[in-house]
């Protein structure tokens, strides 16, 4: 059976490997990594190329941690569902936070999270998401909205999952938090960009 789990995994680390916002910016003429802050996720792909393309980038890379959260119980059923989604979710983020295709170097994994923790718990993810709008639209930083989000998912995963998947959520929180060093620091400094409103 452990061959299993480490094929759930593999698999998901292959689907959240797929460098979405370097392939976009792309097609678009653009090498993500090096302009804005440099990172292939969303975010950047929003500024640095125009909206539509960042939207896309967010879904797509929302679904490379849904869909195998979703689907790893249905065709491993007789594997405990708890530790399999968890295993599929932790596979997804770390395939596109250490992406194979660009040097082991991707995203941050925000939207991976949210589309796994999605599948895992939808009722928990809509209030998280409802706290990344609410700080977003105070403060107009996409950094400190995520950072808030992420933290507070933990705790809501207690309440209305389980203890397994709130242990899940703070070990991906606090990976989250890490990855947003650079992020936290220009806070901090007063040197963070705030996300403005334009057109393409």
């Known amino acids: 059976m452990n061959w299993l789990w ?4 593999a698999v998901s680390f292959l689907l959240g490997s797929l460098p979405t916002g370097y392939l976009v910016a792309r097609a678009y003429g653009v090498n993500i990594r090096e302009v804005g802050s440099k ?11 125009n ?5 896309g980038v967010f879904v797509v890379d929302a679904l490379k941690g849904f869909i195998p959260v979703l689907l790893a119980p249905q065709f491993l059923p ?7 989604q968890t295993l599929a979710c932790l596979g997804a983020i770390l395939g596109h936070n250490y992406t194979p295709w660009l040097g082991f170097k991707g995203g941050k994994g925000v939207a991976t999270a949210v589309g796994g923790f999605f599948a895992i718990c939808w009722p928990a993810q809509l209030v998280a998401a409802s706290v990344w ?3 977003f639209s105070l403060t107009s930083y996409v950094s400190l909205a995520s950072i808030v989000s992420v933290a507070t998912l933990p705790f809501l995963l207690w309440f209305m999952a389980d203890w397994k998947f709130a242990a899940f959520g703070f070990f991906i929180a606090i990976v989250t938090i890490v990855r947003h060093k650079s992020n936290i620091q220009r806070l901090i400094a007063g040197t963070e960009h705030r996300f403005k409103k334009s057109g393409d």
């Open 133 to 135: 709008f609410v700080v």
């Open 6 to 9: 480490l094929f759930v995994v």
């Open 51 to 55: 909206r539509w393309a960042g939207r």
């Open 39 to 49: 990172n292939i996720g969303a975010t950047n792909v929003l500024r640095s190329v």
């Open 78 to 84: 007789q594997l405990d569902r708890s530790v399999l």
